[in-house]
């Protein structure tokens, strides 16, 4: 676990400043959504009970969705008649994990806020709960962002950084855009 501490932190501090740019809140849902925190956080505690390593696959998901014209829930998307959606781009196919989870957090939200809190939130909410329940650190999550309307697995093939990519290379790479 120590080994991989950087690793958060390193992508932390790269989703936060893009999250810098956009205008975000940690206290935009305050009053449309005030127990988003606990159901987000409720729900990842019983799916990393469940399978520890869904915490670190919902890491990954959040790190694959940002990288790709931002963190906007786009890798959530299902192909339609007129877009190919991400999940099953080269990195995504058989590796990008944890949709479901994200789906029930989505369920549980829309019961208690009605049309209220974009995925793109919970996926960036799960993410950061996910570290914090496997022993890594919390953050506040800016909040706010907008849900994708499409997606695009050219950009995801091409945008996401190699798995063989070593640190140097990662860090050399301009942040997501906002």
Not at 90 to 117: H, L, M, Q, W, Y
Request: glycine fraction near 6%; aromatic fraction near 6%.
């Amino acid at each position: 676990m120590a080994s991989t501490i950087p690793i958060v932190t390193l992508l932390i501090v790269l989703l936060s400043c893009h999250a810098a740019n956009a205008q975000l809140s940690p206290n935009f849902y305050a009053s449309s959504c005030p127990n988003l925190q606990t159901i987000v956080r409720n729900a990842m505690s019983r799916a990393v009970n469940r399978e520890t390593r869904i915490g670190a696959s919902i890491l990954r998901l959040f790190f694959h969705d940002c990288f790709v014209n931002g963190c906007d829930g786009s890798i959530l998307l299902d192909d339609t008649a007129t877009f190919t959606g991400e999940k099953n781009a080269v990195p995504n196919r058989n590796s990008a994990r944890g949709f479901e989870v994200i789906d029930t957090i989505k369920t549980n939200v829309e019961a208690a806020c009605r049309a209220t809190v974009s995925c793109a939130d919970i996926l960036a909410l799960a993410a950061r709960d996910g570290v914090a329940l496997l022993g890594g650190p919390t953050w506040q999550v800016p909040l706010g962002r907008r849900d994708a309307r499409t997606a695009s697995q050219s950009a995801a093939n091409n945008q996401i950084p190699s798995p063989f990519a070593n640190l140097a290379t990662l860090t050399f790479r301009s942040p997501p855009k906002a």
